[in-house]
Structure formats: structure tokens, C-alpha cells
């Protein structure tokens, strides 16, 4: 069975920064596709940033490019997001979510974290 366990959210004022985490149980992390998804009050989950298996390649949602950097470790099991320049829209709880396929759909990620908690104040 393969968890998926966010940390590194917080509140924060805007322009600050943010890194969060999500640890991966399971052996197969190597091969997995990850991808960070936000949803806010009222709002559907909207995709983030996503990056292969390999690392290779990564990819941004237009809000959020320029200012945000996912990256991961495979010797650790963890990918991480990078905020910078974070701004009150930007507030929602944000999931990750391990799949076969490198995809901006939600639907077509197989395993997702419990999520955490981002405040932007203003």
C-alpha cells in the first residue's frame, strides 16, 4: 500500500515563502509520477505541478509558474514544492499525488496525501 504524508504548511504573509514536503511509503516510488494539487473553499482541486519519475521533467500551472519549483529525491521517497512570492490567492489546503501518468488530471492519479493547510495573509 503506498501513503503519501504532506508537511511544511503554515501561515505565512504574502511575498513570504513556503516548502512543503510529502513523504512516500512504498518501494515504487521511482517509478511513480508526483504532482501537487490545491483546493480552496468552494473551489474545485486544481492542479499545481507535476514532475516525472525521473525527475526530468517538470510543469507548471500558469498561477503559479515562475514563483513555485517542485523537485524530488528518489534516494529519500519525498518531492517536494517550493513557494516563493506567495500571495493570498495561493491559499488552499495542498495535496500530493503519486500515478503511472505524468498528467495535469487529477482523476488519473492513483494515490494522494491527507493534504496541508496554506494561509497567505495579506
Known amino acids: 500500500q503506498v501513503q503519501l504524508v504532506e508537511s511544511g504548511g503554515g501561515l505565512v504573509q504574502a511575498g513570504g515563502s513556503l516548502r512543503l514536503s510529502c513523504a512516500v511509503s512504498?518501494?515504487?516510488?521511482?517509478?511513480?509520477?508526483m504532482a501537487w494539487f490545491r483546493q480552496a473553499p468552494g473551489n474545485e482541486r486544481e492542479f499545481v505541478a507535476r514532475?516525472?519519475?525521473?525527475?526530468?521533467?517538470?510543469d507548471y500551472a500558469d498561477s503559479v509558474k515562475g514563483r513555485f519549483t517542485i523537485s524530488r529525491d528518489n534516494a529519500k521517497n519525498s518531492v517536494y514544492l517550493q513557494m516563493n512570492s506567495l500571495k493570498p490567492e495561493d491559499t488552499a489546503v495542498y495535496y500530493c499525488?503519486?500515478?503511472?501518468?505524468?498528467?495535469?488530471?487529477?482523476?488519473?492519479?492513483?494515490?494522494w496525501g491527507q493534504g496541508t493547510q496554506v494561509t497567505v495573509s495579506s
Open positions: 514532475i516525472s519519475a525521473g525527475g526530468t521533467m517538470r
Open positions: 512504498g518501494r515504487a516510488f521511482g517509478t511513480y509520477a
Open positions: 499525488a503519486a500515478g503511472a501518468v505524468l498528467t495535469r488530471i487529477a482523476a488519473q492519479y492513483s494515490y
